[in-house]
């Protein structure tokens, strides 16, 4: 390696880490604050009864940024990866058509990527070593969205080179597919039932995943391992059989406005 890539890794390294950094400390932070301040109006929406304590938060944070570290060196080696030719990251805006097909496509592929890696993790042979760092989150906060172990985060992060291997794709579209990723994830671990409460009642907006189906998976482990949307979930069998009655469950219980974090 020369001197002067080596000054260029650098320069771009901190840039990475920041970036992810940032993105998670943003989404997590905002969603966190707002749970916070509105936590007496929404207390009727909390799903579980138990609440993350401080310690479950400073884990939360402190493997999150353990994984930031390792997303960041994936990242690194992406742009290597994209300066030697071996991916195609095209620094050009695409046409409107294109830059949604491409996000469409990264969405979909990251989903399935999803569903099976993290059904994978859950065999015993793997689970310790891979997945029990993210279930020691049994009921989550926003701040859990990168609470893995380093085997884990080392998996998640391997989507976004090997998509990258297949397809080529705008610089921009990587962007937009980080953003939703990082959103929908905090999103998943709110802990607080945040989508309407007629969202199952919506043929095409049931697809899409609430917080009560991740936040059913931290409390029983045995189904809802969907990220995105639900139709692996119900395609595989894995979906919870009381999905639905706890979903309206979380969207009408009453508990301690007091006791919320
Ligand atoms: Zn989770
Ligand atoms: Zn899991």
Known sequence: MTDGLLRELAIVWPIIFANDFVRYA???????????????????????????????????????????????????????????GVFQIDDALPSLSTGLLQFGAFVLAHDAYFYWIHRAMHHPRLFRKFHRVHH??????????????PLEAVVEAAFLPLFLLVFDTSAIVVLGFTTHMIIRNVMGH?????????????PLLRLITTTTHHDLHHAEFRSNFGLY?????????????????EFAKSCMQNVNADSQV
């Not at 949307?229 to 009655?245: A, C, I, K, S, V």
């Open 26 to 84: 943003l989404a997590a932070s905002i969603l966190f604050g707002i749970l916070t301040l509105f936590r007496r109006q929404l207390a009727h929406r909390r799903i579980q009864q138990r609440i993350a304590t401080r310690p479950d938060i400073r884990r939360e944070m402190s493997y999150s940024l353990s994984t930031i570290f390792i997303f960041s060196l994936v990242g690194l080696s992406v742009y290597l990866g994209n300066k030697a």
């Open 190 to 202: 709110a802990g607080i039932e945040i989508y309407p409460k007629r969202w199952l009642n919506w």
């Open 136 to 149: 020691l989150s049994l009921s989550p906060t926003p701040w859990a969205a990168y609470s893995f172990a």
């Open 229 to 245: 949307f639900t139709w692996w979930d119900r395609l595989m069998g894995t979906e919870h059989p009381q999905y639905r009655q």
